[in-house]
């Protein structure tokens, strides 16, 4: 369900006077409000509380382009989110979007103000990746690779709302999809230089998982128009405009994942030839580094596997997609 922040805040934008609030209604057990600053323009999330609510420890009080504070009313106090960047105006209403979600299942305001700081953390690594003048070379590679594959799934008759509710790469988790309980981690690389790149312990980790694939892209980079990443953001709109629930699930994550309509020229002229898809199960024996191989207080390792290690462990698309099918 979309509660339509972006909305509210569009139709707050021509008050350029006084400070503007709308309490969403759909909401009744919390007092949330969308609220935009008519002279300084900033826009905000509101929760109002009494003063004797108890709030959960919160460290996070300012990331990239966000502040929050807690603001004391006349008889209540106020948890206020603020975008301090109107770049980040989108991303924003993403994340308020799933602040109310979360929130909408909550009972009490203590309950509310705990998922917020939940969501907010998840968040704000989010936020600090975010590059306002466009994905870099290698974050086009990698999101080229992971829309690749879910092109796969949908041209697999995997249902479009699952395959995209299963695209887990623009939340930043460990694994790119996570499907009917298999983990699939999309890596993308260069055909001169095949190696698999891990950005951290976890990621090829199948713990909770009843099995984990890597799905590696091999690929060429040249001048050109044919396969970029554009035309896959394209063809995969296509794909999902038949519902407009789809085709906006598919551009918020697209708008998460750094991808937007603006930098559309920093990207025609990238083209991909896909050289190999080479896929392998990560199983007992697979090269790579796990909590569970790793010395207490170690985190945060980062590594590259050599393809030509892998080979013993190299499975068909049809064995990964019949794990995956429904």
Known sequence: ????????????????????????????????????????????????????????????????????????????????????????????????????????????????????????????????????????????????????????????????????????????????????????????TAANHPFVQVSNELQLSAQNLSKLFIYLVVIDERKGHLLTLNSLVCELRRVFESSDELADMYNDKLLKAGYEDEHYRQYENREYHIRDIKIYSVIEGFPCITPRIIPEGVHHVTYQIDTSACADFKVSPEELFAEISY
């Open 1 to 188: 369900m979309s509660y339509g922040v972006d909305l509210i805040w569009d139709s707050q934008a021509g008050d350029k006077q006084r400070f503007v609030k709308v309490r969403i209604d759909e909401i009744p057990a919390i007092q949330c409000f969308v609220a935009t600053n008519g002279i300084t323009r900033n826009r905000s999330f509101l929760i109002d509380f009494s003063a004797e609510t108890v709030l959960p420890e919160f460290r996070i009080q300012r990331f990239r382009g966000v502040e929050i504070q807690i603001l004391p009313l006349a008889d209540l106090r106020e948890l206020a989110i603020i975008l301090m960047e109107d770049s980040l105006s989108g991303v924003f209403c993403l994340l308020t979007e799933d602040i109310l979600k979360e929130i909408a299942e909550c009972a009490t305001v203590t309950e509310a103000i705990a998922a917020t700081f939940r969501v907010i953390s998840s968040w704000k690594r989010m936020f600090e990746n975010l590059n306002l003048k466009g994905l870099s070379a290698e974050q086009q590679k990698g999101l080229f690779g992971e829309l690749y594959f879910l092109k796969q799934l949908t041209q697999q008759g995997v249902d479009y709302q699952v395959a995209l509710d299963s695209w887990n790469g623009p939340d930043a988790l460990n694994q790119d999809y996570i499907i009917n309980g298999t983990g699939v981690e999309v890596k993308t």
